[in-house]
């Protein structure tokens, strides 16, 4: 069974960067899609990128311009990387593959002046 670990969140004001990791421990993320799906309290959960298995990124409307996904080489890794930061993306950040109905537990950005 895959496993999956999210790292990188933390606190970062408004306009700084951070840059989140999903680790999967082996080499899958050439074979299936994933998402980065975040979860605010009140809201729906959204996904706000995803990548195919090969390597066709998207990204909703919201982060368009500022989130970047991208995979390492190894293919057992992939990166958010979340530039220009707002208050309003304040959430707990996971991944998934919903091929496999996984997600990690999930990583949380606190975007706060």
């Known amino acids: 069974q895959v496993h999956l670990v999210e790292s990188g969140g933390g606190l970062a004001q408004p306009g700084e960067s951070l840059k989140l990791s999903c680790d999967a421990g082996e080499r899958i993320f050439y074979i299936y899609h994933m998402e980065w799906v975040r979860q605010a309290p009140g809201k729906e959960r959204e996904v706000v990128a995803s990548?195919?298995?090969?390597?066709?990124?998207w990204y909703t409307s919201s982060v368009k311009g500022r989130f970047t996904i991208s995979k390492e080489a190894n293919a057992h890794i992939v990166y958010l990387h979340m530039n220009n930061l707002k208050e309003e993306d304040t959430a707990l950040y996971y991944c998934?593959?919903?091929?496999?109905?996984?997600r990690g537990q999930g990583t949380q950005v606190t975007v706060s002046s």
């Open positions: 990548v195919t298995a090969g390597g066709i990124p």
């Open positions: 998934s593959i919903p091929n496999l109905h996984t």
